[in-house]
């Protein structure tokens, strides 16, 4: 099946550092990645939507200066969380398909972030 | 404008017995229905999908789910819970087509008690 590998699992930084979490699809091609913030309990929150060699598509209130996306080959994608903060502290999932089956998803394990 | 609605925030069920985890949605033209569930700390795995044909669905781990498109749902199912199915479903949607985003449900933790 398609994996989707997300790295790091866990990473803790400093406030006002940049952290940068990559998104890698192991065996397959992934034109679309979509990238998900998710608060405790709650449901995913689509940030943004990246194809490969263009720029992200980003969701209403996602500072895009912020969260920069980075969809540089079929194979990668990239979000850095510039002058984090402790708000921004979350679990960040991202998810990828691609176009011979494009009605399915596959999500990486998840990234949580801690500000401190 | 697409939505997904998942009207329980916890679904208990004894070890053994069926469960229904609920889902309804809003969508303009036929849609492509998710279910998903997650673990602690990771990431989403998929556990069936409807796009077209049966209305029966069945998936991973013995779950299924029925589309039923004048009730607008996406109900899964299990015939017998397991303690190992303890967890957070997540329902979601897509307007059909290639690449669409994927709009979520905000997940049903299913507890399930020996």
């Known amino acids: 099946g398609a994996v989707v590998s997300q790295h790091p699992s866990r990473v803790i930084c400093k406030s006002g550092t940049s952290v940068k979490i990559e998104c890698r699809s192991l065996d397959f091609q992934a034109t679309t990645m979509f990238w998900y913030r998710q608060f405790p309990k709650q449901s995913l929150m689509l940030m943004a939507t990246?194809?490969?060699?263009?720029?992200?598509?980003?969701e209403q209130g996602v500072e895009k200066d912020k969260f920069l996306i980075n969809h540089a080959s079929l194979t990668l994608s990239t979000l850095t969380v510039t002058s984090a903060h402790p708000e921004d502290s979350s679990f960040y999932i991202c998810s990828a398909s691609f176009l011979t089956r494009a009605t399915e998803a596959f999500f990486g394990q998840g990234t949580r972030l801690t500000v401190v | 404008a697409q939505s997904v609605a998942q009207p329980e925030d916890q679904v208990n069920v004894a070890e053994g017995n069926p469960l229904t985890v609920k889902c309804t949605y809003s969508?303009?033209?036929?849609?492509?229905l998710f279910w998903y569930v997650q673990y602690p700390n990771r990431g989403l795995q998929f556990l069936l999908k409807?796009?077209?044909?049966?209305?029966l669905v069945k998936g991973s781990y013995g779950f299924e789910a029925e589309f039923n498109k004048s009730q607008t749902s996406f109900h899964l199912k299990k015939p017998s819970a397991l303690v190992s199915d303890s967890a957070l479903y997540f329902c979601a949607v897509r307007r059909g087509g290639n690449t669409g985003k994927l709009i979520f449900g905000q997940g049903t933790t299913l507890q399930v008690k020996p």
């Open positions: 409807y796009i077209t044909g049966d209305n």
């Open positions: 990246s194809n490969e060699g263009s720029k992200a598509t980003y």
């Open positions: 969508v303009s033209g036929n849609p492509y």
